[in-house]
């Protein structure tokens, strides 16, 4: 079983950075792939970013690419996305996903464990 808890959301301009984190329980952290997804309102859940166990692999969507980072610290069991240059349509509730597959964690479906997001808004 893990648990994961999502931190650093809040209202930030267009333009502006935010730093989500993600603690995860358990001893096994670096046995799973963490993802990050979001869900604007009206909208289904998206995935955003992912990263292996090890933090070696990672993949972010076209959408965010060259503006989101995916970082992992096994040490601390810690998963974070950093979000530059946000725009208003990033505007979501960010929720952060674990899957000891790495393929798996980036499918809505497939992913095992969820913790209960952090909300970001970006004003224009």
């Known amino acids: 079983q893990v648990q994961l808890v999502e931190s650093g959301g809040g209202l930030v301009q267009a333009g502006g950075s935010l730093r989500l984190s993600c603690a995860a329980s358990?001893?096994?952290?670096?046995?799973?792939?963490m993802g990050w997804f979001r869900q604007a309102p009206g909208r289904e859940r998206e995935f955003v970013a992912a990263i292996t166990g090890s933090g070696r692999g990672r993949y972010v969507a076209d959408s965010v690419k060259g503006r989101f980072t995916i970082a992992r610290d096994n040490d601390k069991n810690t998963v974070d996305l950093q979000m530059n240059s946000l725009k208003p349509e990033d505007t979501a509730v960010y929720y952060c996903?674990?899957?000891?597959?790495?393929?798996?964690?980036?499918?809505?479906?497939?992913?095992?464990?969820w913790g209960k997001g952090t909300l970001v808004t970006v004003s224009s």
């Open positions: 358990g001893r096994t952290f670096s046995t799973y792939a």
């Open positions: 996903a674990a899957n000891t597959d790495y393929r798996a964690v980036q499918q809505f479906a497939r992913v095992d464990y």
